[in-house]
């Protein structure tokens, strides 16, 4: 594999930076993710945290150099990202749980396929064209006008999350084959809230990644000014296995089967338990509403 990355993340008018990415990679697999923990609820950046080192620790025991299966990785890891938060709130002894969106991808044999939950994005752009994006998880991305009885309330409210005790909602896009010079983003409300998809296209089809994600980043904090979220970004432009000689980025080609790299903070998480099953993650749910449950009922 050879592909450049660049990465980024700004605080804006925030309080503290909530958001969290990076990437890893093996011979012949690449995962790229990105959390935007929840205001609103308590410890957004714990949430956004213990998903990405979930998911970079799932990626580092199962890529060995490549995933057998890159869909079930993805939904897999989201859900043991999921149950991970959710434990983190039920030792804590938490009333409301930390919450984060997530977006993943995984490049591999060629190919790119990525998984997302709440309202962080994926771009694809292809000569210069946005190819595809995802669509959020949010009432103004579904259905374009409120429902009934909701018309006076943020329509950019999303529906589903990571840490919610709800199941998360999630969807799956790919494979999709890579041609050379394919651009990949990933970015956090802060920055499609700001700039348009189509100035967000423009940008990274106009020049390398190393200095398209500063610009767009700094575009978007001079636009939302003081009020600004926290914008970040984790963008990749793909080369085509031997067409020509890497002269800059990552190129896979010569390591090993066994070595793994990380730009992903390593923590206690890493030692994850087998058992992040789905019944696993239905258990947590349940101790969650059962500790809520008996918060009320001492406050009745």
């Not at 925030?14 to 308590?42: I, Q, W």
């Not at 896009?173 to 296209?201: F, K």
């Not at 700094?218 to 970040?232: I, Q």
Request: proline share 4%.
């Amino acid at each position: 594999m050879k592909f450049s990355v660049f990465q980024i993340s700004r605080r804006g008018g925030r309080e503290k930076n909530e958001d969290r990415m990076g990437y890893c990679y093996t011979r012949e697999s690449g995962l790229f993710v990105l959390a935007d923990g929840m205001g609103g609820h308590p410890e957004g950046e714990v949430a956004a945290q213990i998903a990405l080192q979930t998911i970079s620790a799932l990626f580092q025991r199962q890529a060995k150099p490549q995933l057998k299966d890159v869909q079930e990785f993805l939904s897999g890891a989201l859900l043991a990202a999921h149950h991970q938060i959710l434990r983190y709130a039920t030792d804590k002894g938490m009333l409301d749980t930390p919450r984060t969106t997530l977006v993943a991808a995984v490049l591999q044999a060629g190919t790119a396929t990525w998984i997302h939950c709440g309202d962080s994005r994926l771009y694809m752009v292809r000569d210069g064209d946005l190819l595809t994006r995802t669509r959020d998880h949010s009432y103004m991305e579904l259905r374009n006008t409120p429902p009934p009885g909701l018309d006076r309330i943020n329509r950019n409210v999303l529906f589903t999350c990571l840490g919610s005790p709800t199941k998360p909602i999630y969807d799956i896009t790919g494979p999709v084959y890579l041609e050379q010079g394919d651009r990949i983003l990933l970015c956090s409300d802060g920055l499609w809230g700001t700039l348009s998809d189509e100035d967000i296209a423009k940008q990274l089809a106009r020049n390398t990644v190393s200095h398209a994600v500063p610009d767009l980043v700094e575009d978007a904090l001079r636009k939302a000014g003081d009020t600004s979220d926290n914008v970040t970004v984790i963008a990749l432009e793909w080369e085509t296995p031997d067409a020509f000689e890497s002269t800059q980025g990552v190129s896979t080609d010569s390591i090993s089967d066994d070595v793994f790299a990380s730009t992903i903070q390593a923590g206690p998480l890493d030692g994850l338990v087998d058992d992040l099953d789905d019944a696993a993650i239905e258990r947590s749910i349940a101790e969650i509403n059962e500790a809520i449950r008996r918060s009320a009922a001492r406050k009745a």
